[in-house]
């Protein structure tokens, strides 16, 4: 699978595809300097990707600010699912980054479903379903 030392070369070849829509990344180990690498490469060149997939990465709450940056620059996507095995957020900055996540998630006009797993697999999980339930009912 795909590594954090994999994603700036994932990064450079996306660029060069304007008409990808979805992009799967599950099963990887691309952890946060992966994810933040992928989404700051998305959310610069904002693609037509509708639907983004980073399950089982090993992502924690440092993944936030790229992963905010995309839902707030890129007007396609649709979806976005995020790790089901995500550390807790159990200081200040992982709860304000969760926080400004789901402000972002919230002023989109497009984005439509974040898939975080089930509430007993992450407490970052449980989290953004609580503070997106209303917002996003699928989530």
């Known amino acids: 699978g795909l590594t954090s030392e994999d994603s700036p070369t994932l990064a450079g070849a996306l660029s060069m595809m304007p008409n990808l829509q979805t992009l799967n990344l599950a099963g990887n180990r691309l952890g946060d300097e992966g994810v933040s690498t992928i989404a ?3 959310s610069n060149s ?9 399950w089982y990465n090993g992502m924690t709450f440092k ?17 976005l ?16 980054a969760v926080l400004d ?3 972002a998630v919230k002023l989109s006009g497009s984005l439509r479903r974040v898939s975080c797993g089930r509430q007993d697999e992450s407490e970052v999980g449980a989290l953004l379903i609580l503070l997106l339930g209303e917002a996003l009912p699928d989530c």
Do not use: N, Y
């Not at 993944?63 to 979806?79: A, D, H, N, W």
């Not at 699912?81 to 807790?88: E, G, K």
């Open 40 to 42: 700051l490469a998305v």
């Open 46 to 54: 904002c693609t037509s990707i509708e639907k983004l997939c980073f």
């Open 63 to 79: 993944s936030f600010p790229g992963l905010t940056k995309i839902v707030q620059t890129c007007s396609l996507i649709k979806e």
């Open 81 to 96: 699912s995020l790790d089901r095995s995500m550390a807790s957020a159990d200081d200040d900055e992982s709860i304000r």
């Open 101 to 103: 996540f789901t402000e």
